[in-house]
């Protein structure tokens, strides 16, 4: 399994909706890889517009979101507060 050594922030608690949770368990697919991913400031498949908001967010304590895909080509967001309290991995619909 993957290990962060410096993440950029906390988390929070993290959590998952219903639906991305039923989806990650049918794909036996491990949210851990994203949840890596975006701690580490790879914030997945944006636009560098929103790769640029999610730098300034990091930097004035704001939220901050990083987009993914599934084995299945499903996009995920994984979603983190500006107060740092809590990271949620969702399906876009579920937003």
Same mark, same amino acid.
């Given at each position: 399994?993957?290990?962060?050594?410096?993440?950029?922030?906390?988390?929070?608690?993290?959590?998952?909706?219903?639906?991305?949770?039923?989806?990650?368990?049918?794909?036996?697919?491990?949210?851990?890889?994203?949840?890596?991913?975006?701690?580490?400031?790879?914030?997945?498949?944006?636009?560098?517009?929103? $790769?640029? !908001?999610?730098? #300034? &967010?990091?930097?004035?304590?704001?939220?901050?979101?990083?987009?993914?895909?599934?084995?299945?080509?499903?996009?995920?967001?994984? $979603?983190? !507060?500006?107060? #740092? &309290?809590?990271?949620?991995?969702?399906?876009?619909?579920?937003?």
């Amino acid at each position: 399994m993957e290990t962060l050594v410096n993440p950029k922030f906390s988390p929070g608690q993290v959590v998952a909706t219903r639906g991305v949770y039923n989806l990650l368990m049918h794909l036996d697919e491990d949210p851990t890889p994203f949840l890596i991913r975006h701690l580490s400031g790879d914030w997945g498949d944006m636009c560098a517009e929103d $790769i640029a !908001e999610n730098e #300034r &967010s990091l930097q004035h304590g704001y939220r901050l979101m990083s987009v993914y895909y599934l084995s299945d080509k499903t996009k995920i967001w994984v $979603i983190t !507060e500006a107060d #740092r &309290s809590s990271t949620t991995i969702l399906l876009p619909e579920e937003y």
